[in-house]
């Protein structure tokens, strides 16, 4: 009873708003029940974090409720559609860790159906060929205050109409020449009600289809068909597709003949800060060399945070930390950063890496003698174990831990002071070597032999500790550090302004001369390190080879950039 009774006075989480929903219609048995979502991406590029918010969404909520969810790509314009972007999506979406029902879905799969329903709004009256030009149509239709203006073939015949549509599925005419339009109303204070476009003429080499259509459906139009074919129960879509739910139900209506009808229901998409979320932006950097492809460690693409070492399980428990809302808002970078720094805080071995190394030599050690000292690999989790670390008379420390003439609160190597060595010794800097121009080269230093694994002999207190490698044991590899892409938070909000304008230029930094642990050298791509006082680094995906990894910085272990921009401002 003591556990039930435990288990009974645990809060419950609070509903967002789409799970009410998902409820009530369980409880009512709205679709006897049935929980099907979809996630419905266009095959034109790479998937981005605000994909990844929309994928934990979709398939989370099927799973939540004993449902399935349907990958359907939404390939209605094969001018910009791949399959090197469908295999990535796919690819994406099982790294995040889920799977979809049956076999992927294509819009394309239903292009006899749309077809044959288009003939039927046609048959119906509810849709007609138009010869308006693009400028003529913007203008026939007006704005939100003033009604629209009827085409001048809105009234032809079905007979007609339905001539003209074979003859543009034939390819009797020109891209341009004509569209087919649904005959819904041209008063309608909601633009997309006034006779939108649901098929044009496209001349393009379908990725599926091939050459067999030169009409393809709009997207408005192919939706929430394809929703209705599949038996979708939530149609779940960003909020700027509100304005699109009255053309969505009028079309499923004319479709229907059940009492099934699938539910649009809008949530904000993801906002983020110093990022920029619109796939023809991100192609433009792509394109124009600003990054390494899509999936460079700089881009919010999912193949690109996969590459800088964020987690399947970080990016899901962003998901949930910001939650579904109904108001669009900017999520700070810091909120994903912060979660993957936990996700990896649970899981990254510790390790110790020297980034800008200068050499200590230890002068009473003995010369020739190294001795291996044992090494926590994660504090967080017993189990991980430990390894075990060379030592010798030479070592290489931070550059950044040493200062020859230190203040009086620092507490890191400095002339005559003593520091810990990380499970080592105790040492004490007793001279520095410079060159002719008065750069530091080396420092000399003396140890405490009976400070073995960095503990105190006799009880007196080092405050300072700082990481370190064998000079003869280290191996030498490449770390790229990143940073934030833009500079401004918003880059993409600012009217006639560029976004390329705030490109950080500085964003990447390529260190050649890092000296590394030896257990590193063995990384394989994607395995996950801290850096011990660094940061949490990954072996790089692309650039990495057997023996020689690539390391990228995949987020420091603190905010450094809150601290930066408080400092500036």
């Known amino acids: 009873m003591s556990s039930d009774h435990s288990a009974s006075t645990e809060p419950k989480k609070a509903l967002n708003f789409i799970e009410q929903i998902v409820e009530e219609d369980i409880k009512n048995n709205k679709n006897n029940a049935r929980v099907l979502t979809r996630f419905p991406p266009e095959p034109n590029g790479y998937l981005h974090i605000g994909h990844a918010k929309s994928i934990c969404l979709n398939f989370g909520l099927a799973q939540q409720y004993g449902g399935q969810t349907n990958l359907r790509f939404d390939d209605t314009n094969p001018e910009k559609e791949d399959t090197e972007y469908v295999e990535s999506i796919k690819e994406d979406v099982r790294w995040l860790g889920f799977n979809w029902q049956g076999e992927e879905l294509y819009a394309s799969d239903y292009f006899d159906k749309l077809y044959e329903f288009a003939e039927k709004l046609i048959l119906e009256g509810k849709a007609y060929v138009c010869e308006l030009t693009p400028e003529q149509m913007a203008e026939y239709k007006g704005v939100p205050t003033r009604p629209g203006k009827d085409s001048p073939t809105r009234n032809r015949s079905v007979e007609e109409n339905l001539d003209l549509f074979r003859r543009m599925k034939a390819g009797e005419f020109k891209e341009g020449a004509c569209v087919l339009r649904a005959k819904i109303d041209m008063a309608s204070p909601n633009m997309h009600m006034r006779d939108p476009i649901i098929y044009r003429i496209k001349f393009a080499h379908h990725h599926r289809t091939g050459d067999k259509w030169c009409i393809y459906p709009n997207y408005d139009f192919a939706h929430g068909q394809s929703d209705y074919f599949e038996g979708i129960t939530h149609s779940i879509c960003t909020l700027e597709f509100e304005v699109h739910k009255p053309l969505y139900n009028w079309l499923v209506d004319c479709l229907r003949d059940t009492d099934y009808k699938p539910q649009q229901i809008e949530f904000a998409r993801l906002n983020l800060s110093y990022t920029i979320m619109s796939k023809r932006r991100l192609l433009e950097l792509v394109k124009n060399n600003f990054v390494d492809g899509w999936d460079d460690p700089r881009m919010p693409t999912i193949s690109g945070l996969r590459r ?28 994903l950063e912060y979660a993957v720094r936990e996700d990896l805080n649970k899981h990254a071995k510790r390790v110790m890496a020297v980034l800008d190394p200068i050499k200590v030599v230890i002068t009473n050690y003995p010369e020739n003698q190294e001795e291996w000292l044992e090494a926590v690999n994660n504090p967080e989790d ?42 080592a010794y105790f040492i004490t800097c007793t001279e520095v070597i410079k060159d002719a121009a008065g750069n530091i080269t080396e420092l000399r230093a003396t140890y405490d032999p009976e400070s073995k694994g960095g503990k105190s002999p006799d009880g007196r207190k080092v405050k300072g500790t700082i990481h370190w490698v064998s000079v003869p044991h280290a191996f030498n590899a490449e770390v790229r550090i990143y940073d934030r892409l833009f500079n401004d938070a918003e880059p993409d909000g600012h009217a006639d302004v560029d976004f390329k304008t705030f490109i950080n230029h500085n964003s990447l930094q390529v260190l050649s001369n890092c000296k590394l642990e030896p257990c590193l050298k063995d990384a394989g791509a994607l395995e996950h390190f801290q850096f011990e006082r660094l940061g949490y680094f990954t072996a790089d995906s692309k650039y990495s080879k057997p023996g020689a990894p690539v390391f990228n910085r995949t987020v420091s272990l603190k905010d450094t950039w809150a601290k930066v921009q408080e400092k500036e401002a």
């Open 308 to 335: 800088r070492g964020f987690t399947p399980a970080s990016l899901r428990n962003f998901a949930e930390i910001i939650g579904v809302a109904r108001r669009e808002n900017v999520i700070e970078m810091g909120v």
């Open 382 to 423: 017993e189990s991980a174990g430990t390894r075990q670390i060379p030592f010798s008379r030479e070592i290489y420390i931070e550059r950044e831990d040493f200062m020859e003439n230190a203040p009086k609160k620092y507490f890191r190597l400095t002339v005559g002071a003593e520091v810990r060595l990380r499970y």
